[in-house]
């Protein structure tokens, strides 16, 4: 039996709850049995605010959970193996510590943290208490990126050659006292909803040696809203963009990324993977149903099961990606010069 407890039943908190209704139904050893959240109301919306289509929007009947407003009383009295940290990113590195201290296995929302030296505590934190920790960057669990990193390894269409990812949508308003907007406890858009493409760039080719970004600011305070990057990698050109200032009344989020290949390229665009193998047809993989969301906590709760170490997003690694993130903002201070990855 592994017992959960989610704390941070916010926007993206809603999205976990479905998930672990969904895996208790599928599996009788999953068992959710708490929640904590600072904010009351949180337990009695109707509907969640994410901005991915279909994703916490379900109604939640909330009796049938322990609700808690405080993590300690929570971890007091509730008999835990896990909790899901689904808060803020400033709390990332607090939380996840005292968790673990607690002799608990933590799954806790990306960014990992704020900066390499908090990534690195938490790191000490996991070698300490012996129990898994894993940083929820859900784009290694996302079928169509998945299969992008499946065809970069497995060589069919050759070595890449030119990358381009990018993300776009509204500015996050209506966050727990608006933390997105508030560049010292979110890190901005370049941190935060950036960070998804950062952390597939390092995921799929490693550490670049030095990352060149411009980027604007829009909400005074936010940080950076918008943002450019090239990343320098012998004989391979990669190229981010981001934006979270369109804030059109029909502008839908977007996710998309353009791979190519020696002998062919891969695209991923309206939530539908091509791969185009230079001089044939293109054609439409046929990929897992499940997103990300559900396959890293299936995954996450399966290395608690089997005790196996955590392959696919090592902590090692995703501080690696809030190293890279931390260069491209200084590399923005600096108007676009470029900074090496330290
Ligand atoms: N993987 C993704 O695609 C994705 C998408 C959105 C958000 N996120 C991440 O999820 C995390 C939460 O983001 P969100 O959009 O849900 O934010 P949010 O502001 O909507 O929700 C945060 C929740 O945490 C609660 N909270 C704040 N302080 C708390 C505390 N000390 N103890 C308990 N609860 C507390 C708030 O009341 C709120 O309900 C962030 O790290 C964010 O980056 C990830």
Redesign the pocket.
């Known amino acids: 039996m592994i017992r959960v407890g989610l ?7 809603r999205g976990h709850l479905e998930v672990y209704i969904r895996l208790m139904e599928e599996d009788p050893s999953i068992k959710l049995t708490a929640l ?4 009351p109301k ?1 337990f009695e919306a109707r509907e969640g605010n ?1 901005n ?1 289509e279909g994703v916490g929007k379900d109604q939640i009947d909330f009796s049938r959970f322990h609700l808690y407003a405080d ?1 300690d009383a929570m971890l007091d009295q509730e008999p835990l193996d896990m909790v899901d940290l ?4 400033y ?2 590195a607090p939380y996840a510590e005292k968790a673990l201290d607690r002799g608990l296995h933590v799954f806790c ?3 990992m943290s704020l900066t390499p030296e908090q990534c690195q505590r938490m790191i000490d934190a996991r070698n300490r208490s012996g129990k898994l920790l894993m940083i ?1 960057q ?1 784009l290694r669990f996302w079928p169509a990126y998945e299969k992008l990193k499946e065809t970069v390894e497995n060589g069919s269409l050759g070595k890449p050659t030119a990358g381009y990812y990018a993300r776009y949508g509204g500015t996050p308003r209506g ?2 006292e608006d ?1 997105y907007l508030d560049e010292t406890r979110s890190g901005g858009c370049l941190l ?1 909803q950036h960070i998804h493409d950062v952390d597939m760039v390092n995921w799929l080719f490693g550490l670049p040696e030095a990352v060149s970004t411009r980027g604007v600011n829009a909400n005074p305070g936010a940080g950076i809203d918008a943002l450019s990057t090239i990343y320098r990698y012998p004989g391979m050109s990669v190229a981010t963009e981001d934006d979270w200032s369109l804030n059109g009344k029909d502008m839908k989020f977007q996710m998309r990324f353009r791979q190519n290949f020696e002998r062919g390229a891969v695209v991923f665009e309206d939530n539908k993977l091509t791969v185009y193998p230079n001089g044939e047809s293109s054609y439409v993989p046929d990929l897992p149903a499940d997103n990300g969301y559900y396959r890293e906590l299936r995954y996450f709760l399966d290395r608690i099961g089997d005790g196996e170490p955590i392959a696919t997003a090592p902590l090692e690694s995703t501080r690696d990606t809030i190293r890279i993130a931390v260069a491209e903002r200084e590399s923005a201070r600096l108007d676009g010069e470029w900074v090496p990855v330290k």
């Not at 689904?86 to 990113?89: E, G, L």
């Open positions: 704390v941070g039943v916010g926007a993206m908190g904590c959240d600072v904010d949180r994410l991915i993590m689904v808060i803020p990113t709390l990332h929302e990306k960014p929820g859900c966050s727990f933390w935060d």
